[in-house]
């Protein structure tokens, strides 16, 4: 992609953009191990929320080593028969703990509907691939076979993180679907990091703050060392190309994070396959914005919307019935009041969720009216209109070629941002 220039940013975002800047430049084995120290003394055994609390767990591995867990639920009580969540930390598979995802935590589990597990995976500079899967893997089986006990819904087990904890996420899932021996309801990999290649435009030569090329390729050498035959699906999801079977996804990521394509791309097989899923692409946003700039517009926006899905899937996805709703039911879910709606600035791109592969016919909408987005959205702009490179239209088009017809979907809308022209 052409290099992230300032103007580039929401401007509500330059801030910590500068800041990210000046305070996270690790980019290889020792800056992350040092960046690694610092989020162990920040973080560490501080759970900070309003409506949760952690208790730790622990499961001895093979090798008589402990993997540390946290397990999070409502301060006030849990519901009986509550949803599972697995949630994967952050931090590039080589730094970072649990404790730094309370956010999100706190909103799924704040309510009383969800009880969290998230386990304290073995980091790429202490071993690589495929001991955090192994780790991620071993929380997940003794989150299923103490269900009772966390007083969880076995049928309700859905898996989720951000960035690396988004790719294992998606590892997860496509082992789960291979081995078979648990049942993910659903799936939300948060700016994924899915591909280790980086041949897509967002990939290549990508500056931007948080989160760029040069971090990335650091990333992916130390999670992938040692590692000289063909690289496996389950180390970096998005080579799978078959993605049939797979349970129902959500996720958000920002248009100038070098993830961007891989994670279009991958929820495009997913829709392709049959597979509900819903992505929102946020326009002149970076890597993990809606926790680096918590207060935004953009970010609170961005919370409401995983929020909203997250308990949309609470209602309707189960083991056993992994088969979308009709997409009517999702918008009504989705829809926020009006006084709620965002400004233009904060528009963004939205893949609705679809009907399964053999109803899918062709059909690109115009325009979509306000009152059909999934949460409405000031201000629509066509396809062709898009504000966006010509690479980034190729995969949105791809996206809605595969669209059901509007008799059992909505359409595939995009949304365009002008928030930079006058500055």
């Known amino acids: 992609m052409s290099r992230v220039r300032n103007a580039d940013i929401r401007s509500e975002l330059r801030p910590a953009a500068r800041l990210m800047k000046l305070t996270f430049t690790a980019s290889g084995a020792a800056t992350f191990e040092k960046y690694d120290r610092q989020c162990v003394k920040k973080y560490r055994g501080k759970w900070k929320s309003r409506n949760t609390i952690a208790e730790e767990k622990a499961i001895v591995r093979e090798d008589g080593t402990i993997l540390r867990l946290l397990v999070v639920r409502c301060e006030e009580g849990t519901r009986a028969e509550a949803t599972g969540l697995l949630w994967l930390h952050d931090g590039g598979f080589a730094f970072g703990v649990p404790e730094q995802e309370s956010l999100l935590v706190d909103m799924f589990c704040g309510d009383g509907s969800c009880v969290a597990v998230l386990p304290d995976y073995t980091k790429s500079t202490e071993s690589p691939y495929p001991y955090a899967l192994e780790d991620c893997h071993k929380a997940l089986l003794w989150m299923k076979n103490n269900a009772e006990e966390l007083g969880i819904n076995r049928s309700q087990l859905f898996v989720g993180g951000s960035g690396a904890g988004g790719g294992l996420t ?37 500056n931007a703050p948080v989160w760029d090329s040069r971090k990335n390729r650091a990333a992916w050498d130390l999670y992938l060392q040692d590692m000289n035959e063909e690289i496996p699906v389950y180390a970096a999801p998005g080579r799978e190309e078959d993605v049939h079977g797979l349970p129902a996804a959500c996720s958000i990521v920002g248009d100038l994070e070098p993830v961007k394509d891989e994670t279009v791309l991958y929820f495009t097989r997913m829709k392709k396959a049959g597979i509900p899923v819903s992505l929102r692409v946020y326009h002149g946003c970076f890597h993990n914005f809606e926790n680096t700039a918590v207060n935004s517009n953009v970010a609170l926006n961005a919370h409401r919307y995983l929020v909203d899905s997250f308990r949309y899937a ?107 022209a006058a500055e």
Request: with cysteine; charged share 25%; hydrophobic share 40%.
């Open 170 to 206: 998606a590892a997860l899932c496509l082992r789960a679907r291979d081995v078979r021996d648990v049942n993910i309801a659903f799936q939300m990999p948060i700016s994924p990091m899915l591909d280790d290649r980086m041949e897509s435009e967002s990939a290549r030569d990508n």
């Open 314 to 420: 609470q209602h309707h996805y189960f083991a056993h019935n992994k088969v979308a709703p009709p997409p009517e039911a999702f918008a009504e879910s989705m829809r926020q009041p009006e006084a709620e709606q965002a400004p233009a600035e904060e528009t963004t791109a939205t893949i609705a969720e679809q009907a399964p592969a053999e109803e899918t016919t062709a059909s690109i909408a115009e325009q979509a009216p306000v009152e059909e987005a999934a949460v409405p959205i000031a201000e629509q702009a066509p396809v062709e209109e898009a504000a966006e490179p010509i690479s980034e239209q190729a995969l949105a088009e791809e996206v809605t070629d595969t669209a059901a017809t509007p008799a059992h979907t909505e359409d595939v809308e995009e949304s365009a941002t002008g928030q930079e």
